[in-house]
């Protein structure tokens, strides 16, 4: 098993390298087709990552990747199951793709916020919006008995 290389990008300049003894695999049969080899062959893979422990991410990486995943994640552990394809050298492939593909996608910055105005024509929309609807609730009113 080698190690898993995810190539640079936002949020990992340099890219990042997951050595290979950090990365846990599991293995299990798959529900699906699979010819005569159904009952003997373990090819469902289960690709586990402590987040916590990785020495991959630095701090700040850690950080955004533990509150970004948090809901995927089982305490600080990322799982990722792949029973995809019949053979399990292919599904062993598809994880750690998948793994890479969550963590980049996790580690990328978020983008804050502009603030933006109201155009001058949206503010004249809303005042003559306001000037009509006080005529209609003016001429509900009863007249003044002078």
């Known amino acids: 098993m080698d190690d898993l290389c995810i190539p640079a990008g ?3 300049p340099r890219g990042l390298v997951v050595p ?5 695999e ?3 049969h798959a529900s699906g087709p699979g010819g005569q080899g159904v009952n003997t062959a373990d090819s469902r893979v289960q690709l586990s990552l402590d987040l916590a422990a990785t020495v991959a991410l630095n ?4 950080e955004r990747a533990l509150s970004v995943l948090g809901d995927r994640l089982t305490g600080t552990l990322l799982t990722i199951t792949v029973a995809e394809h019949r053979s399990q050298r292919r599904n062993r492939a598809a994880a750690r ?9 996790a580690l990328v910055p978020p983008v804050p916020r502009r603030a933006t105005k109201p155009t001058r ?3 004249l ?4 919006d306001k000037k009509r609807r006080s005529e209609v609730k003016a001429r509900r009113r009863r007249p ?3």
């Open 10 to 12: 936002p949020g990992c």
């Open 20 to 24: 290979a003894g950090e990365l846990v």
């Open 26 to 28: 599991r293995f299990s």
């Open 59 to 62: 701090d700040k990486q850690r």
């Open 97 to 105: 793709e998948r793994l890479g593909e969550i963590l980049r996608s």
């Open 121 to 123: 024509g949206s503010k």
């Open 125 to 128: 929309r809303r005042l003559a």
């Open 144 to 146: 003044d008995a002078d």
